[in-house]
């Protein structure tokens, strides 16, 4: 990747259900291009049902990388998606073809195409967690917990100072990368590669009834078997993959927690609330051209072409 002449990648994102995966597809034909995932859960193996993978049919016409690259019990961070997608990268365009990153993970859209130039915004849960643990079982517990990940930080950090210390471990369980080598390691001082990223645009109304029917389909086509082969296999439910919506919520429902309707209802609801989060993430980025998909498709190929050309 020379600074002089860098890397050209087409990156399709928005919010859930909202179509990236066909219209990456639809790109990729038009422009003799390769796929990378962009979805922190499709990395997955076995998790398919419940992340809605791109389709067999879809992988089939058209090469996908990084889906099923881990088991659901490794831990696969922005950092590794980014080295992954590096590599990804360096293999599509050594055969001639052009580079589409297609998901709605903005941590690991941001990684690969500005590095980790600061610590990520942060997932409410982990911090609820943390502030949960810290409560049982003391600040000074904490501090030790940081100390087995970011010695260097919780050297120079008070017990009292927990804002700091939940911080810092909650930086650490998004990324894998301890908060005091973020500027040291991870700080780039100049894009890594030249981006176009589109953004898909839809009505709210309209998103949240695909979203009601694409966890209708995913319990009709067996997601709760899917989960149930998961945790016979020994994923148990305490794994980050299996406390994904939709995984979490199947779970439930097969230990008699939940009834399949509380278990649909609540996939619905999480996923509505996750895909508003998504845009507010999105919307914040000024670089993302917004358009409505499908309608538009030939005016985002267009400043596809345009881009590449």
Request: charged share 25%; with cysteine.
């Amino acid at each position: 990747m020379s600074a002089a002449t860098p890397i050209k990648i087409l990156i399709i994102c928005g919010p859930t259900a909202s179509g990236k995966s066909e219209l990456a597809v639809r790109l990729a034909h038009a422009l003799d291009a390769e796929i990378i995932n962009a979805d922190s859960m499709q990395i997955y193996c076995g998790l398919d049902i419940g992340t809605a993978k791109p389709t067999p049919d879809q992988q089939a016409e058209i090469r996908h990388h990084l889906i099923d690259v881990v088991a659901p019990d490794k831990l696969f961070s922005a950092a590794d998606f980014s080295a992954a997608a590096d590599a990804a990268i360096r293999n599509i365009t050594s055969r001639g073809k052009r580079v589409i990153v297609a998901g709605g993970t903005g941590l690991y859209i941001r990684a690969l195409v500005k590095g980790l130039v600061a610590s990520p915004s942060g997932e409410g849960w982990i911090r609820e967690e943390l502030q949960d643990e810290a409560g049982r079982v003391g600040n000074e517990a904490m501090r030790e917990k940081l100390r087995l990940v970011d010695p260097e930080l919780a050297a120079v950090l008070h017990p009292n100072n927990l804002v700091r210390i939940i911080r810092a471990l909650e930086v650490y369980q998004l990324t894998g990368i301890p908060l005091s080598k973020f500027q040291k390691d991870h700080a780039f001082a100049m894009r890594r590669y030249e981006t176009l990223q589109i953004g898909i645009s839809v009505d709210r109304s309209l998103l949240y009834g695909r979203i009601d029917e694409r966890v209708e389909r995913m319990m009709s086509v067996g997601l709760l078997e899917e989960v149930s082969g998961l945790l016979a296999d020994g994923f148990g439910r305490d794994l980050k993959s299996m406390r994904s919506i939709g995984y979490k919520e199947a779970a439930a429902c097969l230990s008699g927690e939940l009834s399949a309707g509380e278990a649909v209802r609540l996939i619905k609801r999480d996923t509505r609330h996750y895909a508003k989060r998504q845009m507010t993430w999105f919307k914040a980025d000024p670089d993302i051209l917004w358009f409505e998909y499908p309608e538009n498709f030939g005016t985002i190929l267009e400043h596809a072409i345009e881009f590449y050309e």
